[in-house]
């Protein structure tokens, strides 16, 4: 077990393989044993959840999920974990938000940009066009006050494409953020893409994911490792209320450039 890695000074486990990697996640914490969706109700028209001393209360479309492909109009658990993972990071003194540039990858609903715009991050939110008017009435419910330390504003971002120069522009966001977005492995490549444009040297990524696929993940892995180094953040580094093992957490940083002597 290594201390910390990035912007991140609590304990990690370092990746060393794709394949060892989802072993481990399905061999010992055998995610289908588990019940799916245990911190979350997504039938419900809202999900509300306590975070940074506020109620926050997320508006879903859960009707909408009957149409393929659409996940973000839900909350899902490994938003819940990452969210409140980042609270109990900060308050832990482990990791500092406070006045750092930050962009969320596939927001949905927005509980994972929002928590840190209240832990005083000014953060970017982004998903596909047809996802962003939830999105942007969520931004406004719950951070759009002047008491929050940092802030958010929406955009679109379609993994693959030329992000918005604001997104790229120097110094490359501090934290990118992203929760249940290795899903599938035909979005890996343009997700990785994405990944690399959006980090610099100093950028640390916070990825969760939900346990449904070992082929997925072990994919993404295995292409990640190309140009980052990964570490896996286990559970007794969560919020303790908020944890689950269908869910896993992983910190990415770019490896370091080469020299042009090496």
């Not at 019940?35 to 940074?52: G, I, K, M, T």
């Not at 992983?250 to 042009?260: G, T, Y």
Request: net charge negative.
């Amino acid at each position: 077990m290594g201390s910390g890695m990035g912007a991140y000074g609590g304990a990690v486990r370092p990746v060393e393989s794709a394949a060892g990697e989802t072993m481990l996640l399905w061999g010992l914490g055998q995610p289908t044993a588990h019940r799916n969706n245990a911190l979350v109700r997504q039938a419900a028209h809202s999900f509300e959840l306590d975070a940074c001393g506020r109620r926050l209360s997320l508006l879903q479309s859960p009707s909408s999920m009957a149409t393929p492909g659409v996940t973000g109009a839900v909350v899902w658990d490994s938003g819940v974990v990452l969210a409140k993972f980042l609270e109990h990071a900060v308050d832990s003194q482990q990791l500092l938000m406070r006045d750092a540039r930050a962009v969320d990858l596939g927001s949905g609903c927005g509980l994972v940009g929002c928590v840190a715009a209240l832990l005083g991050a000014h953060v970017v939110l982004t998903d596909l066009p047809d996802r962003l008017k939830l999105l942007r009435k969520n931004v406004s419910l719950n951070v759009d006050d002047p008491h929050v330390p940092g802030s958010a504003r929406v955009t679109e971002l379609v993994w693959g494409d030329d992000p918005h120069h604001e997104l790229v522009r120097e110094p490359l966001p501090n934290f990118v953020l992203g929760s249940d977005v290795i899903y599938n492995e035909e979005a890996v490549d343009d997700l990785l893409l994405t990944l690399n444009q959006l980090s610099g040297q100093h950028t640390t990524i916070l990825l969760a994911g939900e346990l449904r696929n070992d082929a997925v993940l072990e994919c993404f892995l295995e292409a990640a490792m190309e140009d980052f180094l990964i570490a896996c953040i286990e559970q007794d580094q969560w919020h303790p209320e908020f944890r689950s093992n269908r869910v896993a957490l992983f910190i990415l940083v770019k490896k370091p450039k080469r020299s042009s002597t090496d």
